[in-house]
């Protein structure tokens, strides 16, 4: 992960010459196809967060000593 920061930094700040063109509309089209799945990935997180967390509890539960 500390060798991918500066190669996306140096791609995005100091970028070849690009022979190619890219839609303006592009980015709009990204945004519409990651706005959703983002919204459903948080809304799933927040939305199943304790059931995920009481079985984790449980699950350490059962691999705890007992102290009596």
């Given at each position: 992960?500390?060798?991918?920061?500066?190669?996306?930094?140096?791609?995005?700040?100091?970028?070849?010459i690009?022979?190619?063109?890219?839609?303006?509309?592009?980015?709009?089209?990204?945004?519409?196809i990651?706005?959703?799945?983002?919204?459903?990935?948080?809304?799933?997180?927040?939305?199943?967060?304790?059931?995920?967390?009481?079985?984790?509890?449980?699950?350490?539960?059962?691999?705890?000593?007992?102290?009596?």
């Open positions: 992960m500390q060798k991918l920061l500066p190669l996306i930094f140096v791609t995005i700040f100091f970028p070849d690009a022979h190619a063109y890219i839609d303006p509309n592009a980015g709009s089209m990204i945004l519409q990651l706005a959703p799945i983002l919204i459903v990935a948080s809304a799933g997180y927040f939305f199943l967060k304790k059931a995920v967390h009481s079985f984790f509890d449980w699950l350490i539960g059962l691999f705890k000593r007992d102290s009596s």
